[in-house]
């Protein structure tokens, strides 16, 4: 069964070969019947692959296709086309790059499955209609209100000894076991990350959108906390100097 986002894809990109009138396939790079590369249409990255938007993707299909494509894409075999088609073949070849970079990616690939699903999700919308706690930094999660206070407290009096040529050797390892436990938390958020790829997909392909928007809404969540302990870890190894 086809679900009602696969099909607003199909039909935003469907369009008719320049060379030979016939029916294109949604983002096709080129045309089936002919063969002839096609200007890029705005599909999206799943399309180019020709493969349905999933989250537990079949990474060998995809990098088969990818090379498959790379090669259709080379520019010897535009060496005697037109400048169009040159030209053409060229932004192929980019887009085809970002969508393999963006796809294989597991975190990259679901923030952009969530935003071509219409989620705001990312840096530009985080904080937003959240308060801020005193040191500045907005959403820190519930849970870890107290470790980030305390941690934000160690890390000043660490950079503080910095300057003044100190180490305080304790603090060192007290912020090492903050790293370790921190780089834990975000392991344990993509366990639950991966358990709801499969609850999306599962609903994406039955048409459950009400199962489809929880999935979805929960992993924004994830992704939320996934972003503010990549931050924390961050600062940690920025002030560990490591
Ligand atoms: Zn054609």
Redesign the pocket.
Known sequence: MLNAQESTITTAASAA??????QLEAAALF?A????IQPPSGGNFFAVFELVPRLNLDLGMLEHQFHRLSRKLHPDRFARASAEEKEWSLAQSSLLNDAYRTLKDPLARTYYLLKLNGAEIGEEFAGRNRPENEMGTSRVPADLLEEVFELNMQLEEMRMGRKMGEVDEQLQSDLKQAEKKFLGLEDEVDEKLHAEWTNWDEAAESGDETARDAAQKSMIALLDRRRYLSNLVRDVTETLGE
Do not use: I, P, R
């Open positions: 070969c320049w060379a030979c009138s016939a045309c019947q002919c063969g002839k």
